[in-house]
């Protein structure tokens, strides 16, 4: 079974810095494309960025939105997809969740984890 | 970017009706079209992908259609459990969802 599981949201002052975990497991995570979305509470969700898989060198490609303040990490040996957020904002305030690629590189979401809330306020 | 504009925002219908939801593309995303169901304090959950095609274990009831830059989700004869949320995602060039559409019982 498909499981992914964030953590480390919380409670962070603008301008701070969170980093958000995101543990995969039940699939072969090398495979498959990796992505970081998130909601603000009562709105739509929003593409921060993804990882490629093993495939396709692990590269990334970012919102630009979230460009240059935002950084996908994964360590495949763990099984674990990482969101660096610096320069944080009061816009920043969301639900994130971690998703799964339905196959390899297809670009919809097929599977999500339960997301983790992040508040940037002071 | 690719703008995503959906509707309706909210939609009320009753048990055994078919609803309609539509999402319009600023430009052309060839079928590069999701949608999602989502229920209050939970994450979203793909229904269709690819315009069209039905994701593993959503019933039967789900189906989309479209092309170019018009896309629609319908919901035949409404369960009490598609109460919930609705999301348009468009993958074609990067991804962008649409605003959402709430669907409520009447």
């Known amino acids: 079974e498909v499981k992914l599981l964030e953590s480390g949201g919380g409670l962070v002052q603008p301008g701070g810095s969170m980093r958000l975990s995101c543990a995969a497991s039940?699939?072969?995570?090398?495979?498959?494309?990796m992505y970081w979305i998130r909601q603000p509470a009562g709105k739509a969700p929003e593409w921060l960025g993804f990882?490629?898989?093993?495939?396709?060198?692990?590269?990334?490609e970012y919102n630009p939105s979230v460009k240059g303040r935002f950084t996908i990490s994964r360590d495949n040996t763990q099984n674990m997809l990482y969101l660096q957020m610096n320069t944080l904002r009061a816009e920043d305030t969301a639900t994130y969740y971690c998703?799964?690629?339905?196959?390899?590189?297809?670009?919809?979401?097929?599977?999500w984890g339960q997301g983790t809330l992040v508040t940037v306020s002071s | 970017d690719i703008q995503m504009t959906q509707s309706p925002a909210s939609l009320s219908a009753s048990l055994g009706e078919t609803v309609t939801i539509e999402c319009r593309a600023s430009e052309d995303i060839y079928n590069g079209l999701a949608w999602y169901q989502q229920k209050p304090g939970k994450s979203p959950q793909l229904l269709i992908y690819n315009a069209n095609s039905l994701h593993t274990g959503v019933p039967s009831r789900f189906s989309g259609s479209g092309s170019g830059t018009q896309y629609s989700l319908k919901i035949n004869s409404l369960q009490s459990e598609d109460v919930a949320s609705y999301f348009c995602q468009q993958y074609y060039d990067y991804d962008t969802f649409g605003a959402g559409t709430k669907l409520e019982l009447k």
């Open positions: 998703a799964r690629s339905d196959y390899g590189s297809s670009h919809w979401f097929a599977y």
């Open positions: 990882i490629r898989n093993k495939a396709n060198g692990y590269t990334t």
């Open positions: 039940g699939f072969t995570f090398t495979d498959f494309y």
